[in-house]
């Protein structure tokens, strides 16, 4: 019993090092890495993204584009306008549903600076070839690999891919994904009495 809880402590100590070694050679991290941090802070840099406006709407109906703005580190999985159904992402950027909108965020977000150069190499050097983090919904992500691509697995078992390039903040790393890792509500909650 002790032996797996100890080789998932290893796998999240490798894959938290790995994330947080401000010394890493980018040249070594492949064609994936971004570069070097820009000089915008996550919400800054989501907010410039296209391709993540509707999930930049969500962050700032919840109130988290502050959090966002922060020193942080943080790694956003950031669903890109594809990952929504019709419509859904505009409508959780209303504000009667500010609430869902911060659940979806905080499950959308890990600590820590994770680039897909840390990520593969924590996956390659776990005997699982899987490694887990929790986001700040208290979540527990399984991060895995198919071929190339990098997965994400709730505990629920909803999947998302990273797509796209990441991109390095200030403050953080932007991963974009084609998933969302929370269930999306199915309407607005009704409006409470007096307020």
């Not at 930049?56 to 929504?84: E, K, M």
């Not at 909803?158 to 991109?167: I, N, P, S, W």
Request: aromatic share 2%; with cysteine.
């Amino acid at each position: 019993m002790m032996k797996p809880l100890l080789c998932l402590s290893a796998s999240l100590m490798a894959l938290a090092l790995v994330g947080c070694n401000p010394n890493k050679d980018p040249a070594k991290s492949g064609a994936q890495a971004a570069s070097v941090p820009g000089n915008q802070t996550l919400s800054g840099t989501l907010a410039s993204a296209s391709s993540l406006s509707d999930f930049n709407a969500i962050v700032r109906n919840a109130g988290l584009d502050q959090v966002l703005n922060g020193v942080g580190p943080y790694t956003v999985l950031a669903p890109t306008n594809s990952a929504f159904g019709t419509g859904e992402g505009q409508a959780l950027a209303a504000d009667d549903m500010r609430g869902p909108a911060a659940a979806l965020v905080r499950a959308q977000v890990v600590p820590g600076v994770l680039t897909r150069a840390d990520i593969l190499a924590a996956i390659d050097a776990s005997r699982s070839k899987r490694v887990q983090i929790r986001n700040m919904a208290d979540g527990l992500l399984t991060l895995t690999r198919d071929g190339s691509n990098i997965i994400v697995i709730t505990e629920s078992d909803t999947r998302a891919r990273l797509v796209e390039a990441e991109t390095l903040a200030s403050n953080g790393a932007i991963q974009p994904v084609d998933g969302v890792l929370v269930a999306m509500p199915t309407a607005a909650p009704a409006a409470a009495a007096g307020g």
